[in-house]
């Protein structure tokens, strides 16, 4: 999700009023996206999701295995408990849940948005964004 | 249908031309002699233009880019693109598009059924085989009895053409109050509107290329649109750019730097970086404006306009509206180019 920085000031501004929630939809033709989504699940679990997200799309498409490692050791995780986390598909369950949701909404694009139900499809400039909180928060 | 066009909202000074473009009401919209309009054939074309299966990997259809939701564009400087890539234009309104006698920003296309497969095929739009799609269609029962009872044979790609064009002719803006003003209804306008419509036609010179049924002349500018610095910085965008004039022929494809515009269509130096007009009609919902998206609100629009357009330009003339002109302006394009709220009706996919 390219839009990390624009969900950033999202959440910065309006800290306290709105909720995040991140589903993973990994692309199905894209052989390396799987094991990107394990690897940020497997960060998540060493506090630092946020940070393998940005390095893993500053670093796209270089997602292969002994990349997603590199980037495991370059943020200083548990490079071991990474390691295994990934190899074994730990979050597999979650992602699949991930999967089955979007296609029960008929979702096929990333990124998608929901707000409060409204469908937001692909990056928008934060103003975009900011008119539907703004008349969500009114409601 | 992404290509793209510079939004020209207004005011050309031309030397030695001084009069404006007349105004129609929306009317009949034209239907060629060999594609006749059918409730059965329109609806085929509601549902194709719906189906993800037109796409490469299933993950877009014609409304991903062309949204009813969003004035039938998606709201996006550039236009949403194919899996991995990034498209390099905004995508254009179909609202009116059957009055258009050039489709995309650069009018490479002069009807829809021409139109209508150039995004199927395009790497960085719906990136589908055409001859796997006629098999894709032609796999679903319901689709193969639609297209034996509209066309009296089997799928065709043309035929899928023709059918989502048809669907395409019915995407009008009704009812407008410029419409109900142009046929007499003289309070139509708000004092505002009626201000800015004054504008419009006058001093703003807007009329001399946004005229006609649709607001548009039909014809190629080249305003020297500010290029979008931000979508320049991503290297997939310069990669679609290549690819396009690559595709067109262009040799020195490798080296270009900027969106040729109409030039890669007609070759024609003076057409370097030149845009359709593109409609006014229902502007309000189609933003972000210009072939590049780079203006997100009217008022932007409008101050390039009066700025005398793009440095270097020989096209525009600084125009020396006031801001109580251009918000009058403002208030004509919002209020008096929307028409009124048609609920759409999704169509149920087989």
Same mark, same amino acid.
């Given at each position: 999700?390219?839009?990390?920085?624009?969900?950033?000031?999202?959440?910065?501004?309006?800290?306290?009023?709105?909720?995040?929630?991140?589903?993973?939809?990994?692309?199905?033709?894209?052989?390396?996206?799987?094991?990107?989504?394990?690897?940020?699940?497997?960060?998540?679990?060493?506090?630092?999701?946020?940070?393998?997200?940005?390095?893993?799309?500053?670093?796209s498409?270089?997602?292969e295995?002994?990349?997603?490692?590199?980037?495991?050791?370059?943020?200083?995780?548990?490079?071991?408990?990474?390691?295994?986390?990934?190899?074994?598909q730990?979050?597999?369950?979650?992602?699949?849940?991930?999967?089955?949701?979007?296609?029960?909404?008929?979702?096929?694009?990333?990124?998608?948005?929901?707000?409060?139900?409204?469908?937001?499809?692909?990056?928008?400039?934060f103003?975009?964004f900011?008119?539907?909180?703004?008349?969500?928060?009114?409601? | 249908?992404?290509? *793209?066009?510079a939004? #020209?909202?207004?005011?050309?000074? +031309? $030397?030695?031309?001084?009069?404006?473009?007349?105004? &129609?009401? /929306?009317?009949?919209?034209?239907?060629?002699?060999?594609?006749?309009?059918?409730?059965?054939?329109?609806?085929?074309?509601?549902?194709?233009f719906?189906?993800?299966?037109?796409?490469?990997?299933?993950?877009?259809?014609?409304?991903?880019?062309?949204?009813?939701?969003?004035?039938?564009?998606?709201?996006?400087?550039?236009?949403?693109?194919?899996?991995?890539?990034?498209?390099?234009?905004?995508?254009?309104?179909?609202?009116?598009?059957?009055?258009?006698k050039?489709?995309?920003?650069?009018?490479?296309a002069?009807?829809?059924?021409e139109?209508?497969?150039?995004?199927?095929? *395009?790497?960085f739009? #719906?990136?589908?085989?055409?001859? +796997? $799609?006629?098999?894709?269609?032609?796999?679903?029962? &319901?689709? /193969?009895?639609?297209?034996?009872?509209?066309?009296g044979?089997?799928?065709t790609?043309?035929?899928?053409?023709?059918?989502?064009?048809?669907?395409?002719?019915?995407?009008?803006?009704?009812?407008?109050?410029?419409?109900?003003?142009?046929?007499?209804?003289?309070?139509?306008?708000?004092a505002?509107?009626?201000?800015?419509?004054?504008?419009?036609?006058?001093?703003?010179?807007?009329?001399?290329c946004?005229?006609?049924?649709?607001?548009?002349?039909?014809?190629?500018?080249?305003?020297?649109?500010?290029?979008?610095?931000e979508?320049?910085?991503?290297?997939?965008?310069?990669?679609?750019r290549?690819?396009?004039?690559?595709?067109?022929?262009?040799?020195?494809?490798?080296?270009?730097?900027?969106?040729p515009?109409?030039f890669?269509?007609?070759?024609?130096?003076?057409?370097?970086?030149?845009?359709?007009?593109?409609?006014?009609?229902e502007?309000?919902?189609t933003?972000?404006?210009?072939?590049?998206?780079?203006?997100?609100?009217?008022?932007q629009?409008?101050?390039?306009?009066?700025?005398?357009?793009?440095?270097?330009?020989?096209?525009?003339?600084?125009?020396?509206?006031?801001a109580?002109?251009?918000?009058?302006?403002?208030?004509?394009?919002?209020?008096?180019?929307?028409?009124?709220?048609?609920?759409?009706?999704?169509?149920?996919?087989?």
């Amino acid at each position: 999700m390219a839009a990390g920085p624009t969900v950033k000031k999202i959440m910065e501004i309006y800290k306290g009023k709105v909720r995040l929630v991140i589903k993973n939809y990994p692309y199905k033709y894209r052989d390396y996206s799987r094991g990107a989504a394990e690897a940020s699940l497997a960060a998540r679990e060493q506090g630092k999701y946020w940070e393998m997200h940005d390095l893993l799309i500053k670093r796209s498409p270089k997602l292969e295995r002994a990349s997603l490692l590199a980037y495991a050791k370059e943020l200083g995780l548990d490079v071991q408990k990474f390691t295994a986390s990934i190899d074994g598909q730990k979050f597999k369950a979650e992602i699949d849940r991930d999967l089955k949701l979007a296609e029960s909404l008929d979702l096929y694009n990333t990124p998608t948005f929901y707000i409060n139900g409204r469908q937001v499809i692909g990056e928008r400039p934060f103003e975009y964004f900011r008119k539907i909180i703004d008349e969500e928060l009114k409601k | 249908m992404n290509g *793209s066009i510079a939004l #020209m909202i207004c005011m050309f000074l +031309f $030397a030695g031309t001084a009069f404006a473009g007349k105004l &129609e009401p /929306v009317g009949p919209v034209p239907v060629p002699s060999a594609n006749p309009q059918t409730p059965e054939k329109i609806e085929l074309g509601k549902k194709l233009f719906f189906d993800r299966r037109l796409s490469g990997d299933g993950t877009m259809s014609c409304s991903t880019c062309h949204d009813p939701a969003q004035g039938y564009s998606d709201g996006l400087a550039i236009s949403l693109s194919y899996p991995t890539t990034r498209n390099w234009r905004n995508s254009p309104t179909l609202v009116n598009v059957g009055f258009q006698k050039f489709l995309f920003h650069d009018g490479r296309a002069h009807t829809l059924e021409e139109q209508a497969l150039f995004p199927m095929m *395009s790497a960085f739009e #719906m990136n589908q085989n055409l001859d +796997f $799609a006629e098999e894709e269609i032609r796999s679903v029962p &319901e689709y /193969v009895e639609s297209f034996r009872k509209v066309f009296g044979g089997e799928v065709t790609r043309e035929r899928m053409a023709m059918a989502i064009s048809a669907f395409q002719r019915t995407l009008v803006s009704v009812d407008s109050p410029l419409d109900r003003f142009l046929q007499g209804e003289k309070k139509a306008l708000t004092a505002e509107a009626r201000k800015g419509y004054d504008i419009f036609m006058g001093k703003g010179k807007c009329s001399e290329c946004h005229d006609g049924v649709n607001l548009a002349d039909d014809r190629f500018y080249a305003l020297n649109v500010p290029e979008n610095a931000e979508q320049e910085k991503d290297p997939r965008v310069a990669a679609t750019r290549r690819f396009v004039a690559k595709v067109s022929h262009y040799e020195d494809y490798q080296n270009l730097a900027e969106d040729p515009g109409r030039f890669l269509v007609t070759r024609d130096r003076t057409d370097w970086k030149a845009f359709r007009t593109p409609t006014l009609r229902e502007i309000a919902k189609t933003g972000p404006y210009m072939h590049n998206g780079i203006f997100e609100t009217l008022e932007q629009v409008i101050d390039f306009f009066d700025q005398g357009g793009g440095k270097g330009n020989s096209v525009l003339k600084p125009l020396k509206l006031s801001a109580a002109e251009k918000k009058a302006l403002v208030t004509f394009m919002i209020e008096a180019l929307s028409g009124k709220e048609v609920p759409f009706r999704y169509p149920k996919l087989p």
